[in-house]
C-alpha cells in the first residue's frame, strides 16, 4: 500500500504563492484561510546563513496526533496513500486537533468542520498531482509515494539533503524540504 508524501526542492522555490491560489480555487477554500502557505526562514550559522522559502502545509504524520485525539473518528487516516483525511460531517468542531498539531495546519471552516490539506486526494484518484504541485512553475514540488524505491519523492530523498518540520514533536511528518 503506498504511503503518500511531497519533497519540496526549498532552492527552487521563489515564494510566488501559485500553489496557495491554486489550492484555494480548486478546494473552495472560504477567502480568508488557507490550507497552504509560504514561510521564510533563515537557515545556518553566521556567516553561512541562507534565506528558505517554504510551501506549507498538513504533513500527513505518520503519527498524528490530530488523529489521536478526535473523539469522533471524523480525523482519520485513509487507506489510499495512509493519508490523513477529515470527515466533515462527522466533525463536532471540538478543535482538540487544532490544539494537538504542531504545525497549525487546520483551521475552522465557516460551516464549522475542521478543514486542512488533502493532498488532493480526488486528484490524485484520478492520476494527477495534487493542485499545489500540478501549478509550481518552478517546478519545485514532487509528489508520490515514499515506499516505493523508484518513485522521484523517494529517489530525491536518497540523493539530497533534506528537512523535515519540527521533528522533535514525534509526529514523523511526510513532507520534506530539500536544502
Ligand atoms: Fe495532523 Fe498536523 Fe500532522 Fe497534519 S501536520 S497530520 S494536521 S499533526
Ligand atoms: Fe475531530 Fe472535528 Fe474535534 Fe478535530 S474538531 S478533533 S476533526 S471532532
Known sequence: MARYGMVIDTRLCVGCA????ACQAENDVPIGYCRDWITTEVRGEFPKLALEIRSERCNHCDNP????CCPTGASHVEPLGRTVQVTANRCIGCKACIAACPYGARYVHPDGYVDKCSFCLHRVKEGKDPACV??????????GDLDDPKSTVATLLRTRRWHTLAPEAGTKPRVFYLT
Do not use: G
Request: overall charge neutral.
Open 18 to 21: 501559485d500553489c496557495v491560489v
Open 65 to 68: 496526533p490530530c488523529v489521536a
Open 134 to 143: 500540478s501549478v509550481c512553475p518552478t517546478r519545485c514540488m514532487h509528489f
